[in-house]
Each structure stands twice: as C-alpha cells, then as structure tokens.
T-cell receptor, first 109, second 115 residues
C-alpha cells in the first residue's frame, strides 16, 4: 500500500525565515509527485509536479525537489501570504493518488 | 473562464436523507474524481471516472454513489447509508489516464453538515 508522510504537521516561521517541508513516500511505481497549497475552506491549488529523482521546480519563493524516497518544498524568505496548508501526493503505476495529511505553515510578520 | 465548479458551498443533511453534490468542469478533461477531507487529514478517494459512462470505487465508496452521463458533470450522492457524512468534499479533474499530464485540478469544495 502506498504511503505519504508529511512533516512537520505544523510550522511557524517569522517573515523572511527560510525553511523546508518534507514529504516521505513509498509507492508502487511512481508516476508523479504533486504539491498543492490549500487555504482554509478552499480546494487545493496545484503548485508542482515532479516525475523523477533529481528533478527540481521553482515558483516564486517555492522550490520543490525530489529523491527516490522523499520530496522537499523549500520556502525562501516567506511572507505572511504564504501561510497555508501544503499537501503532497503521489500517483502510482495504477493511476491511484495517495495524499499526505499536510503541513500547516504560519508565517508571522 | 475554464475551471471546476462545485455546488452548493454548504449543504445540510437530515437523518435518512440522500443529498447530491454537484461538480461541473469545462476543461475538457476526461477524468474526474471525488475526495473526502476530514479536519487535519489528507484527501481520501471516494469514486473516480476515467471516461463517460464508466466509474470506479475508491478507498471509501460505501454510502456514496456517482454517475457520469456527461463528460462535464460528475455528481456525487451521499446516501443515508453513509453514517458519518460530515466532511469537506472535493471534486477534481485531470486530462486523463495514460498520459503524463495527470495533474489533478480541484474545485472549491462543498462542506456537508448533518442536522
């Protein structure tokens, strides 16, 4: 059974304090690893898809990286508007997606 | 504007009542999905459909039913058999299986509450 574990559950940062969120996974044939941002009471918003180990993608203050066992979402100089829950998901060879429980990020001004 | 719409935003269900959540997309996506999200937890798959007139059970299908009569629409019915329906329900779509473009895009969600 595929598994996704995200850590930490919650992360509080000061504005400008860079950090990383972790997504550890086990999957039967990785077809893609996805990062989403979710604001309270809203649907997840797509951020990145990573397909193979060593791949990296960037968007503004966010950078996602992938190894064979985990993915990191690096946040550089975060701003209060980056506060949200970040979800990680993997898709296996059968096309099934498994989501982690998310990391709730709070950035204080 | 292209996207996924869900309605209503809030839905109240009485004991023994069936309720239907609407999901529509105009992205021309073949695949559509329903997820349930409980507080502090990740998304769990209820049902998914890869093409019109075909759908498959996900991990927690008991107490739910779906139909896929049109490419654009994938309504979810929460039946009286679902004993703990209070949750946030999310609909998603993707271009289709068998391609590398399998990123799922989500609607705004429907929050279901039991009276």
């Amino acid at each position: 059974e595929d598994q996704v574990t995200q850590s930490p559950e919650a992360l509080r940062l000061q504005e400008g304090e860079s950090s990383s969120l972790n997504c550890s996974y086990t999957v039967s044939g990785l077809r893609g690893l996805f990062w989403y941002r979710q604001d309270p009471g809203k649907g997840p918003e797509f951020l990145f898809t990573l397909y193979s180990a060593g791949e990296e993608k960037e968007k503004e203050r966010l950078k996602a990286t992938l190894t064979k066992k985990e993915s990191f979402l690096h946040i550089t100089a975060p701003k209060p508007e980056d506060s949200a829950t970040y979800l990680c998901a993997v898709r296996n060879n059968a096309g099934k997606s498994t989501f982690g429980d998310g990391t709730t990020l709070t950035v204080k001004p | 504007d292209g996207g996924i719409t869900q309605s209503p935003k809030y839905l109240f269900r009485k004991e023994g009542q069936n309720v239907t959540l609407s999901c529509e997309q105009n992205l021309n996506h073949d695949a559509m999905y329903w997820y349930r999200q409980d507080p502090g937890q990740g998304l769990r798959l209820i049902y998914y459909s890869q093409i019109v007139n075909d759908f498959q059970k996900g991990d927690i299908a008991e107490g739910y039913s779906v139909s896929r009569e049109k490419k654009e629409s994938f309504p979810l019915t929460v039946t009286s058999a679902q004993k703990n329906p209070t949750a946030f329900y999310l609909c998603a779509s993707s271009i289709g299986r068998g391609t590398s473009l399998e990123t799922q895009y989500f609607g705004p969600g429907t929050r279901l509450l039991v009276l």
